[in-house]
Structures are given as C-alpha cells and as structure tokens.
C-alpha cells in the first residue's frame, strides 16, 4: 500500500504536466470559467466498495496524500474493463496530494490511475490504435477528454527470455472541480480508444470515499 501512495504522489507531478483536459471537436473539454461553481464533497458515510484507503505523510516532501488501491476479480474486472480486448487483471487507484499534515486548502487535483494486465502482444496492438485519450462521460452527457497517458509498463509473465504478459499504468488527473461532477455521478464510464471502462458501482462508490476525504480544517 505504502507503493501505491508513492506511485500515486510522482504522477500527480509527472503527469500533471500533460494530463490537463484537452480541447476537442466533438467532446468538449472543462474550463476554469465553468468551474466556478463546485459540486459538494460527498458526506461521509458507509461507502459500498471493497478498496482500501491509506493517508500517509512524506517527511521529505511536507505533504499528505490520500489514495485508495481497488482490485477486482474476474466478474468485477469484465464489469469494469468492458470490451477488455484480453484484459487478464485490473486495478484502480484514485486520490490527491496536499501540503502538510493538515488540510489547510482543498487540493487542486485528483490522480486517478488504471492499471491493466494483459498479453505484450495485445497491449502493443493497443499502442498502435489508441492516441492517449480518455473520453470520460458523466450521466450521458458530453464527454470530457484528458490525456492519459501510459507512464509504466512492467513485466509480468515472461518465458525463455519471451515476455508474455505487461502491466500498462495509465493515469489521469482531474482538476477539483471535474474530480467531484464525477463523484456526484450517478452513472460514469469512459473510453480510451475501444477500450471501455465503467465506473459505476463500486469503483464510483470508492472514489466518492476518497473525495470525503477532502476536509479542510476552518
């Protein structure tokens, strides 16, 4: 878990340079001026999902992040990586960084991260037909685009010096604003080149957690 939250706090710098939502014809991206008025942090409650959360404080860097890790078996992995294109195993990670140990201001941003296991094969011909956006959709309404762009790919399975199988880490970062339209969602997906994701259940549930999380002290 203690990975999680350091992969969780280096995308949120890395990727924030390029995962800025992106105009588009057709779907339309969120600007600062539609922003002005926030949706609410969800209250907090018992939330339906079977992630764990973790806060941890980084000495060197004086910030806290918040981040949850949610797996999923079989079934909840053919429910949330739809058309899965030979999706073996899935995870999803969402949160955000703040300064300090106490919440002195909302964070800017949320991180969240998709990690997908599957053959080289069929991750290579998802390279080639896929150009790094995810087309995100809040109920039915028109998407928005972000880069997610794939910031590691690992070896999972390998045989006589073949590798088998890859872990891709895509990740996407949301700005506050877009980060609680999507928690107060009813219905959310998401498409990344054919590839379809539905958030809707526990995934949407365990980001609502982490957005009930963002408790600033007065």
């Known amino acids: 878990m203690r990975h999680a939250s350091s992969l969780l706090a280096a995308v949120v710098v890395a990727a924030a340079l390029v995962a800025t939502p992106i105009a588009a014809q ?3 991206s969120v600007t600062p001026a539609a922003n002005k008025v926030l949706a609410p942090v969800p209250a907090t409650r018992q939330f339906e999902h079977w992630g764990q959360i973790e806060q941890n404080y980084d000495d060197e860097e004086n910030s806290t992040s918040i981040s949850l890790a949610l797996s999923f078996d079989n079934r909840q992995r053919d429910a949330f990586a739809r058309r899965g294109h030979g999706v073996s195993a ?20 949320a991180t969240l991260v998709i990690k997908l296991t599957r053959s080289a094969e069929a991750a290579l011909d998802f390279d080639r037909k896929t150009v790094g956006d995810l087309h995100l ?3 039915g ?6 880069s997610a762009p794939l910031v590691q790919r690992n ?5 006589h010096g073949r590798i088998r199988d890859v872990q891709d880490t895509y990740a996407v970062v949301l700005s506050l604003p877009q980060f609680l339209r999507v928690v107060n969602g009813q219905k959310v997906t998401a498409r990344m080149g054919e590839q379809i994701f539905d958030f809707t259940g526990g995934p949407l549930e365990a980001m609502r957690d982490v957005a009930s999380r963002i408790v600033v002290t007065p």
Do not use: L
């Open 26 to 28: 057709g779907p339309v």
């Open 90 to 109: 899935a995870e999803m990670q969402v949160g955000f960084v703040f300064a300090g140990k106490t919440m002195m201001a909302a964070p800017e941003v």
């Open 137 to 139: 959709v809040i109920d």
């Open 141 to 146: 309404k028109e998407p928005i685009v972000f």
């Open 155 to 159: 070896a999972v399975n390998s045989a």
